[in-house]
């Protein structure tokens, strides 16, 4: 295994100036050229063993004084900065370690300016959403516009839950919808295979073949075909809805379509009058409904946030996935419970303890801030790769609604509607109250009250004021 070059100019020219040598005779010292010497203080080249061991003889330098030290927290740290989207050609990461190494407090700098730059995105991404604003003085991220717009538009897209409801019914109610795909692939002279590989769905147009993966699950196989099914017959649509959108990049346009092709896949597998009427039925019960419509627990929960057709409106959930980090990477409402745009949602919701029960339903009644109380269901679901050793992925879903609708659902059934409500928040930077047991850092828009001698559940008092003079 090779060995990573030892790169420590600024601890040369610490040392150097500790003991007041100029570099001729620093160099003399350590047996080296001037222009050398001068190499590696300014990170041209890496410290040989020959210097470390003269460092060690000459001065009694502790060799491993040149790698202790911030250096490798710095890149770590710029690392996950330069994650942000906003960033769309990171630095290689020699480039992140020389620039740790030869200029800390340039790069100490950098990662303060970017700390300013996400609390101040997120500051205004809330005031936002507060005062009902539909831009932001700070362009988002193409995959934060595509999600802000199926997230203002109710996650409900009229023309084409339509057009997949006329899809999955124009042959009567009793028509399997995969029937009417596999008719449709035929009707194009598309040729459809089975593959033994991870890609889940792959179609060439010039040979007119449709390929999906045979490792994943019938219910996924499925939805990737009404995936490419309004990829091919409902572009005409999909094109006009993005140019209403009008997206501020190709990339976000590109993400979009994606989107707007998954939403006709699921309203075709749960066409939007017979699953309204099937969810009332059933009190919305996911496993009830999962049965009837053969689809997934996930896809259930995610349809049942999309029902928002005027004059037909369903009841309004919110719907939101995660991952074991934490971090939200699906999140739909139709209701008036919000989601952070940055970091990961609230620890105190249930959705964070599904990964600890799996294969169960997790209820929980909760309370946000702004003093809407909530029925939350959580479960985990898993993704397997479809072969012994193929990496699974694991996921949380959360659904819920205002309490206002528990009689409607069969999760309610049993919960004291008048007891405990879990106080849960968005984000905690956002979320100003006091007592949290759980906060990981201040609310933004509040002063900090600091004693030393004393300490509650975290190191500081939160002030009733705002923390602008």
């Not at 063993?49 to 001065?59: I, K, N, S, W």
């Not at 995936?227 to 993400?255: K, V, Y």
């Not at 205002?402 to 405990?420: P, S």
């Not at 979320?431 to 047991?437: A, K, L, N």
Request: proline share 6%; charged share 25%; glycine share 8%.
């Amino acid at each position: 295994m090779a060995t990573q070059k030892l790169y420590a100019g600024v601890k040369l020219r610490e040392l150097r100036g500790r003991i007041r040598l100029t570099q001729k005779d620093f160099a003399q010292k350590l047996g080296i050229s001037l222009p050398y010497l001068n190499q590696m203080e300014n990170n041209h080249r890496p410290i040989s063993a020959g210097v470390v061991l003269a460092l060690a003889q000459e001065f009694g330098q502790d060799v491993t004084e040149l790698t202790s030290g911030d250096s490798e927290r710095i890149v770590t740290d710029m690392r996950e900065a330069l994650a942000d989207p906003v960033f769309t050609a990171p630095p290689p990461l020699a480039d992140l370690r020389l620039a740790a190494s030869n200029a800390p407090g340039l790069a100490r700098a950098f990662l303060d300016l970017h700390r300013a730059y996400r609390q101040t995105h997120e500051r205004l991404a809330s005031l936002d959403e507060a005062l009902g604003r539909d831009e932001s003085p700070l362009a988002p991220s193409p995959w934060d516009e595509v999600r802000d717009f199926f997230h203002y538009c109710d996650n409900y897209i009229d023309a084409i839950d339509r057009a997949a409801e006329h899809f999955a019914t124009a042959q009567g109610p009793d028509m399997p919808v995969e029937n009417i795909a596999l008719a449709t692939l035929k009707r194009l002279r598309i040729h459809l295979t089975l593959s033994n590989n991870d890609e889940m769905r792959s179609f060439d147009a010039e040979t007119k073949n449709l390929r999906l993966s045979g490792r994943v699950s019938a219910t996924t196989r499925r939805f990737q075909l009404l995936h490419q099914i309004a990829l091919l017959t409902q572009n005409d649509l999909l094109e006009a809805t993005l140019d209403l959108a009008q997206f501020h990049s190709p990339q976000a346009r590109g993400i979009a379509k994606i989107g707007l092709a998954n939403y006709f896949a699921g309203a075709a597998l749960m066409p939007y009058t017979a699953f309204l009427q099937a969810a009332d039925r059933e009190r919305h019960d996911l496993e009830r409904l999962s049965d009837l419509f053969g689809s997934s627990i996930e896809q259930i929960a995610h349809r049942l946030s999309t029902l928002q057709r005027p004059g037909a409106k369903g009841v309004p959930f919110f719907f939101v996935r995660v991952d074991q980090a934490g971090t939200v990477t699906k999140r739909h409402s139709a209701t008036r419970f919000q989601f952070a745009r940055f970091g990961g949602a609230c620890p105190l919701w249930n959705v964070h303890q599904a990964f600890e029960m799996p294969g169960r339903f997790l209820r929980q009644l909760a309370e946000t801030p702004d003093g809407v109380r909530y029925v939350c269901l959580s479960r985990d679901v898993s993704k397997s790769g479809g072969a012994f050793g193929a990496p699974v992925r694991r996921y949380a879903i959360g659904l819920g609604c205002e309490i206002g609708h528990a009689e409607k659902l069969v999760y309610a059934d049993g919960l004291d509607l008048r007891g405990r409500f879990e106080p849960i928040g968005i984000s905690c930077r956002i979320c100003e109250r006091p007592d949290c047991h759980q906060r990981s850092v201040p609310p933004l828009e509040k002063r900090l009250l600091v004693d030393p001698n004393r300490r509650g559940v975290v190191p500081y008092g939160i002030g009733t004021t705002d923390s602008a003079p």
